[in-house]
């Protein structure tokens, strides 16, 4: 329960439990969008990606419990928000929805990536429960980075960039997700 007393760490926990609650609900309106289309190839993608997404989830869901971490306060705005992103990119051009996750996943990755050097700077000042504690929370966020990049990919390799309006819809994604990232850490 360490994290709950280290206000940086706290943070780390409500706002990665924010996006991974983010991008659970984003594939959620994907997919009901494609489903409304019928297409099972892109369905097939995004179960994939949604899958690895309940896991990151389910992994932050616990230590919201565990180290007695308040939820953001944003957590029904990004329920509404993110289902519509999903919803509207996917029923727009399966390119687009591509696009979402391309823009998506570039800023989360490199969010983790901030994560990853801020614990490991902060090892130094741990006591060893608490060096044991975010030595697996380091070792989660590794694992999720590297399906985030997983999923990025997906998102390229399904055409994302052949989308016409390609540059503004991602650039709008990604100030959209600096800005929720943003408000998350800090209520
Ligand atoms: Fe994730
Ligand atoms: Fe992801």
Known sequence: MIMKNNKKLA???????AGEFGAKVIYEGQLAALKLKNDQESIKLIEHMKE????HLDYFNK????Q???PTIMQPIWHVGGFAMGFLTALLDKRAAMCCTTAVEEVIDEHYQDQLK?????????TDDEKKETKELEEKIEKFRAEEIE????GYDNKAKELPYFTPLSTAIKCATKFAIFVSKKI
């Open 151 to 154: 999923h990025r990919d997906i």
């Open 11 to 17: 943070q780390i926990i409500r706002v990665n439990h």
């Open 118 to 126: 801020f614990l490991a700077k902060e090892q130094e000042k741990l």
């Open 68 to 70: 007695k971490v308040r």
């Open 63 to 66: 230590a919201i419990i565990n």
């Open 52 to 55: 690895q997404e309940l896991e």
